[in-house]
């Protein structure tokens, strides 16, 4: 009689269902509507801007597909169209509030390029000034923010009110 006992599986099944259940990318999903607490700043219907939590700058955004999927090449047309109308939207708002030098737009796709969360994708937008570091920094968690949280959200929720009747 062979032993079916595979311990490894189980680990790999628990793990599995604690990757999607621990999202916090997920879990600003469900909550569904514009947050300070959880740094929701946007709700689209297949996308959401929120707030890195361990920003490289004042204003670093975070835009995500609400589908669980950490492949760009994955998502359908609408959810592609409304995903990249979110970082439109996120872009004009952080360049309405910071008046940034310019902007880093980007997708760490996959753990190789340093992906943070890598099953669930999502789009970097960064203000940039003149003479501060290069993106890199960004890939490697280095921070550098001079704003508190609870501020950056309140600047840019209401910049979003004002920019989101803007065709969007
Ligand atoms: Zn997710």
């Known amino acids: 009689m062979k032993n079916l006992w595979a311990p490894w599986r189980r680990q790999y099944v628990t793990q599995a269902d604690a990757d999607s259940a621990s999202c916090f990318l997920c879990q600003a999903v469900e909550h569904d509507h514009v947050s300070q607490e959880r740094g ?9 801007i929120i707030l890195n939590k361990y920003p490289y700058s004042s204003g670093h955004l975070l835009v995500a597909p609400k589908a669980h999927n950490g492949d760009l090449l994955d998502l359908d047309d609408i959810t592609y169209a409304c995903l990249m109308q979110s970082v439109r939207l996120a872009s004009r708002a952080v360049t309405h509030v910071y008046k940034p030098h310019g902007l880093n737009i980007g997708m760490n796709l996959g753990s190789a390029a340093g992906a943070g969360v890598p099953d669930h994708c999502h789009v970097h937008v960064v203000p940039r000034w003149d003479g501060d570091t290069n ?10 923010a001079s704003e508190k949280l609870e501020d950056t959200w309140q600047r840019v929720t209401e910049a979003i009110g004002l920019n989101g009747q803007v065709g969007l």
Do not use: D, L, R, Y
Request: avoid cysteine; glycine fraction near 0%; charged fraction near 10%.
């Open 40 to 48: 929701i700043v946007h709700i689209a219907e297949h996308s959401v």
């Open 135 to 144: 993106f890199m920094p960004v890939v490697a968690n280095v921070k550098v």
